[in-house]
């Protein structure tokens, strides 16, 4: 097992604002379940129900152990000149869907990520659920476990969709206090001749459990 190396300065200044502003607004993350986190290289998945969803996952999963973790977004957010030099400062990993080169670099770089004990963040939807329900998985974060020979990590979060998501304006409101549930399930195992997309199957049961427990504790 490689161990977990520390993330790069960048990296540490974009994640002392995001705390920062966790504090300052005094969000309320109820998470159970991230001492199954492994110190090596994993995959750890999220339910995308809206725009802040991946951040109120990755602050507790940070909080408890300060290390790099990578996302993976759309190569044309990098056009955005603000976001486009986040994404570059926490060292995302671009992924051109449109394009069969640009999704085998995406796997290369986030095998190599996961190779050197980092944790690499995926969106198995693809794209924000405007029903809040799970939406069919795409095989990809299977495939980079496997690749990588490191864990895949179900998680679900419920109550950021609140604050910001598809089909209303964001509520600055509904950032003060904003109650979050995250629920962290025990990695899923995907050995070499594993099928990724049966693997893949198997992540969605376990993160559809999830999500209706956070759900239902979120209350």
Known sequence: MTPRRPAPPGYRVVAAV?????RLLRWRIDV??????????AVVTWNHVGHLDVVVTAIPLY????????????RD?????????VLRLVG???????S????????ADAVAALRAGDLVMVAPEGRISDSRELLPFRAGAARMARAAGVPLVPTASWGSHR?????RRPSLASAWRLPVTVRVGEPLHVAPDDDPVAATEELRRRTQQLLEEARRDHG
């Open 32 to 41: 159970q379940g991230h001492e199954r986190l492994p110190e090596g290289g």
């Open 18 to 22: 995001v705390l920062a502003c966790r």
């Open 63 to 74: 909080e408890r152990s300060p290390r790099w973790i990578r996302f993976l977004a759309l």
């Open 77 to 85: 957010l990098w056009a955005r000149p603000l976001l486009g030099r």
């Open 163 to 167: 604050v910001s998501t598809t089909g």
């Open 100 to 107: 069969d080169s640009g999704r085998a670099a995406a796997l």
């Open 92 to 98: 995302c990993i671009p992924v051109d869907r449109d």
